[in-house]
Nanobody, 116 residues
Framework: QVHVLESGGGLVQPGRSLRLSCVAS????????MGWYRQAPGKERELVAT???????DYRDSVKGRFTISRGNAKNTVYLQMNNLKPEDTAVYYC??????????WGQGTQVTVSS
């Protein structure tokens, strides 16, 4: 059974940093892409950043220059370094893993709150 587990969320002041981590376990097929999405109250889930095999990354415009997505040495891990956080970054952050069959797996989410 596949498990996707996020960690690293919390409450921070504007301008500070957080690092989110995600591990996908139990995957029989290789992982082609991992990414981070977020959902704020009353809003739809939105893409934050993705990284595919080979290292190509993609970011939503509002986080470019502030967030960095990276894969661990173990290819079932992904990180999101978030710098210069803003109140509008407040959301539940979800990790996503897509395997070679294009099956998509989601974690339960981790809360990030940016507030003074």
């Amino acid at each position: 059974q596949v498990h996707v587990l996020e960690s690293g969320g919390g409450l921070v002041q504007p301008g500070r940093s957080l690092r989110l981590s995600c591990v996908a376990s139990g995957m029989f097929f290789s992982i082609n892409r991992m990414g981070w999405y977020r959902q704020a109250p009353g809003k739809e889930r939105e893409l934050v950043a993705t990284i595919i095999n080979g290292g190509t990354t993609d970011y939503r415009d509002s986080v470019k220059g502030r967030f960095t997505i990276s894969r661990g040495n173990a290819k079932n891990t992904v990180y999101l370094q978030m710098n210069n956080l803003k109140p509008e970054d407040t959301a539940v952050y979800y990790c996503n893993a897509v395997d070679s069959r294009r099956y998509s797996f989601w974690g339960q989410g981790t809360q990030v709150t940016v507030s003074s």
